[in-house]
């Protein structure tokens, strides 16, 4: 088996500085090939919110992965990614691909761990699509009084690539924050 360092970086989880946070215990929750760990502090409509994104990604499913994203978000970041000669759409193959060893014909997600974050910073986080010029205050502000609730979650990713016996943490202790909205849970990815 190669040793591997972790491969995805999701541009817009960068920005919003993942920082420490504990864990109370969690309980698995079996979902379509994707076994999802959650602690029990995670309601069932976040956990469902997570697994259909990272599902999109694997499936490379652009149009399950843009119903996640929250409305204000993808019209702005793909303004900005407009503004850098890409798009959404090359931006989604990004991540991906960013899952992709090589030497491997194929890869998929084996588990997702989820933590509630215990010291949310929202001001924090939406400060930081406004410094990169991703969202406008006002924009920031609506995405934050449109929401019903926001949950603030750091998530660890496993995949199995074809050919190994075991799974590998590709991704880990990063940070998802969740929008509850009239339309669902959304997100920022």
């Not at 989880?13 to 079996?30: A, H, I, M, Q, Y």
């Not at 759409?89 to 974050?117: C, M, P, V």
């Amino acid at each position: 088996m190669k040793k591997r360092v972790p491969a995805i970086i999701f541009a817009a989880l960068l920005l919003t500085g993942c920082r420490g946070g504990e864990s109370s215990g969690s309980e698995t929750v079996p979902a379509d090939g994707i076994t999802m760990h959650a602690d029990e502090s995670v309601s069932d409509e976040y956990t469902e919110a997570v697994k259909t994104y990272f599902t999109a990604i694997e499936q490379s499913d652009f149009a399950a992965y843009a119903a996640m994203m929250h409305p204000v978000y993808s019209e702005a970041f793909g303004e900005y990614l407009r503004q850098k000669g890409s798009s959404l759409e090359e931006n989604f193959a990004a991540q991906h691909k960013r899952f992709d060893e090589d030497g491997y014909d194929s890869w998929r997600i084996t588990d997702i761990s989820l933590t509630k974050h215990t010291d949310p910073d929202y001001d924090y986080f939406f400060k930081q699509f406004v410094n990169a010029g991703i969202l406008t205050d006002a924009q920031a502000q609506s995405v934050r009084d449109g929401a019903e609730a926001l949950e603030d979650l750091k998530f660890s990713v496993d995949v199995l690539y074809a050919g190994d016996d075991a799974p590998v943490t590709a991704v880990t202790n990063m940070e998802l924050v969740l929008f509850k909205t009239a339309d669902g849970i959304k997100l920022f990815g």
